[in-house]
């Protein structure tokens, strides 16, 4: 007879090892293995698969691929970050923070999905009761949408046999168990073995199911980290509770791009669509200010325009302080690095703070120059105009270098109201420059910010 098997899984990367270990040996986290004991199962008392079908070997050529495989969720935003729609068939993950907005996402949606479709949304949180009086509140009435509060998963599928629904939306993963695993509810192993029985029944049956999943601040409890690899696409929730502004990313997509955003305000009767998100970045901005630059960034295929605030005083320490916010910290050394040796700034005895307003983070390189104008306006004391977008990569020798999509940029920029636009000189010979806008063409950074100030 098999003997039980001990194994320890790392909760923020899903890493299996056969000993405790205080550190992660492949994500490099602290404190964060989970013993878990997985029993043998006994010959001819498998796990039935209740949602398996006998499938045989197709040439590719004679799938089915048409162009109703992927469908509209009726919100804009969502759509975009999906790649376009949901792929029937899909297994979708919805991570973040309790308290986001994910179950009440994926409630709005239902309201299109249930035209010409049956949806069944599963909840282990909320009962019947409490799910029609929040359905109410968002204003979801549709005589297609079923609701269930369940956490057995065998339940679960059950209903779904029954019902035969062509989209399952299961709220929260960290709630489902199977009978078989005698693992509480939110550990591993159940959270493994739940989402592995969903994806069965995902791909069997060509529903579309939406998982929410539950993480802290630091991504580390038995969630999403662990399941990322299971799922075709990850969404992950992110935005201050503080602000009522929320920020849509695709981690994974295995149907579409990562790059792209989805913008989001909640408000008292759900999420709203935030369809121009520059103009939200940008409300609130100083005027005749130092230490602002306005930077245009690509957000996979639109151009977003962002505050990026820089602050460069005096310090009292023998090292002085750096501090990024929004922004790669090691990047940002480097910048300031580079503005002292090759843009004659003294800032090896000044405290540097950086800040990217509205909750966005600058990733890609065409926010270098606006950081580097920021730290000098603020290095300076003398504003940059307010009408002004710093487009650029910065090199180690102060070159500014061409990015990307410029004329996309360039487009933003001039339906913003923006008149003047700093961009690298090399690679801008084939730019269409908008109407009512200047561009000056910068080799350097001296030159960049003798043009800004």
Same mark, same amino acid.
Not at 77 to 95: F, Q
Not at 140 to 154: A, F
Not at 186 to 214: A, N, P
């Given at each position: 007879?098999?003997?039980?098997?001990?194994?320890?899984?790392?909760?923020?990367? =899903?890493? #299996?090892?056969?000993?405790?270990?205080?550190?992660?040996?492949?994500?490099?986290?602290?404190?964060?293995?989970?013993?878990?004991?997985?029993?043998?199962?006994?010959?001819?008392?498998?796990?039935?698969?209740?949602?398996?079908?006998?499938?045989?070997?197709? &040439?590719?050529?004679?799938?089915?691929?048409?162009?109703?495989?992927?469908?509209?969720?009726?919100?804009?935003?969502?759509?975009?970050?999906?790649?376009?729609?949901?792929?029937?068939?899909?297994?979708?993950?919805?991570? $973040?923070?309790?308290?986001?907005?994910?179950?009440?996402?994926? !409630?709005?949606?239902?309201?299109?999905?249930?035209?010409?479709?049956?949806?069944?949304?599963?909840?282990?949180? #909320?009962?019947?009761?409490?799910?029609?009086?929040?359905?109410?509140?968002?204003?979801?009435?549709?005589? #297609?949408?079923?609701?269930?509060?369940?956490?057995?998963?065998?339940?679960?599928?059950?209903?779904?046999?029954?019902?035969?629904?062509?989209?399952?939306?299961?709220?929260?993963?960290?709630?489902?168990?199977?009978?078989?695993?005698?693992?509480? @509810?939110?550990?591993?192993?159940?959270?493994?073995?739940?989402?592995?029985?969903?994806?069965?029944?995902?791909?069997?049956?060509?529903?579309?199911?939406?998982?929410?999943?539950?993480?802290?601040?630091?991504?580390?409890?038995?969630?999403?980290?662990?399941?990322?690899?299971?799922?075709?696409?990850?969404?992950?929730?992110?935005?201050? @509770?503080?602000?009522?502004?929320?920020?849509?990313?695709?981690?994974?997509?295995?149907?579409?791009?990562?790059?792209?955003?989805?913008?989001?305000?909640?408000?008292?009767?759900?999420?709203? #669509?935030? @369809?121009?998100?520059?103009?939200?970045?940008?409300? =609130?901005?100083?005027?005749?200010?130092?230490?602002?630059?306005?930077?245009?960034?690509?957000?996979?295929?639109?151009?977003?325009?962002?505050?990026?605030?820089?602050?460069?005083?005096?310090?009292?320490?023998?090292? @002085? &302080?750096?501090?990024?916010?929004?922004?790669?910290?090691?990047?940002?050394?480097?910048?300031?690095?580079?503005?002292?040796?090759?843009? $004659?700034?003294?800032?090896?005895?000044?405290?540097?703070?950086?800040?990217?307003?509205? $909750? !966005?983070?600058?990733?890609?390189?065409?926010?270098?120059?606006?950081?580097?104008?920021?730290?000098?306006?603020?290095?300076?004391?003398?504003?940059?105009?307010?009408?002004?977008?710093?487009?650029?990569?910065? =090199?180690?020798?102060?070159?500014?270098?061409?990015?990307?999509?410029?004329?996309? &940029?360039?487009?933003?920029?001039?339906?913003?109201?923006?008149?003047?636009?700093?961009?690298?000189?090399? $690679?801008?010979?084939?730019?269409?420059?908008?109407?009512?806008?200047?561009?000056? &063409?910068?080799?350097?950074?001296?030159?960049?910010?003798?043009?800004?100030?």
């Amino acid at each position: 007879m098999a003997k039980a098997k001990t194994v320890f899984y790392c909760t923020a990367c =899903g890493n #299996e090892s056969p000993k405790w270990q205080g550190r992660c040996a492949a994500c490099g986290a602290w404190n964060t293995m989970q013993e878990h004991i997985e029993k043998p199962v006994a010959a001819g008392k498998g796990r039935s698969a209740p949602v398996g079908i006998s499938r045989k070997p197709q &040439r590719i050529h004679e799938v089915d691929c048409d162009s109703e495989i992927r469908f509209s969720t009726g919100i804009g935003e969502l759509d975009r970050v999906l790649g376009g729609g949901a792929v029937a068939g899909s297994l979708v993950l919805v991570g $973040g923070a309790p308290g986001i907005g994910k179950s009440t996402l994926l !409630l709005q949606i239902c309201n299109s999905l249930c035209s010409g479709r049956k949806v069944l949304y599963v909840s282990g949180e #909320e009962s019947e009761r409490q799910l029609k009086l929040r359905a109410q509140r968002l204003g979801v009435n549709s005589e #297609e949408l079923y609701i269930l509060s369940e956490t057995r998963i065998s339940d679960i599928l059950e209903a779904v046999g029954e019902l035969q629904p062509d989209i399952l939306i299961a709220d929260s993963i960290q709630t489902l168990y199977q009978e078989e695993n005698e693992s509480s @509810p939110g550990s591993v192993s159940q959270v493994k073995d739940c989402t592995m029985t969903l994806m069965q029944l995902s791909k069997s049956r060509g529903i579309t199911v939406f998982v929410v999943g539950h993480i802290n601040k630091d991504g580390n409890i038995a969630g999403p980290k662990v399941l990322e690899h299971m799922v075709d696409c990850v969404l992950y929730f992110e935005g201050d @509770p503080n602000t009522s502004y929320r920020l849509l990313r695709a981690a994974k997509n295995r149907f579409g791009s990562t790059n792209e955003i989805g913008v989001f305000e909640m408000a008292d009767k759900g999420l709203l #669509e935030v @369809p121009n998100p520059s103009q939200m970045l940008l409300d =609130g901005r100083p005027e005749n200010a130092p230490g602002t630059c306005v930077a245009c960034v690509m957000e996979g295929t639109r151009p977003v325009l962002a505050e990026v605030q820089a602050l460069v005083s005096k310090t009292t320490f023998n090292v @002085p &302080r750096r501090t990024a916010d929004g922004f790669d910290f090691n990047r940002a050394a480097l910048l300031l690095a580079v503005a002292e040796k090759r843009g $004659g700034m003294k800032l090896g005895v000044f405290d540097a703070y950086i800040n990217v307003i509205g $909750g !966005l983070r600058l990733d890609e390189p065409g926010a270098d120059l606006p950081v580097v104008l920021a730290v000098a306006s603020s290095y300076r004391d003398q504003p940059i105009a307010d009408d002004l977008v710093a487009i650029g990569e910065v =090199g180690l020798t102060g070159e500014i270098r061409s990015v990307s999509n410029m004329n996309q &940029r360039l487009a933003e920029a001039a339906r913003l109201g923006f008149k003047k636009v700093i961009i690298p000189k090399n $690679g801008s010979d084939k730019v269409e420059i908008p109407r009512d806008l200047t561009v000056f &063409r910068v080799r350097n950074i001296r030159e960049a910010i003798e043009t800004a100030m």
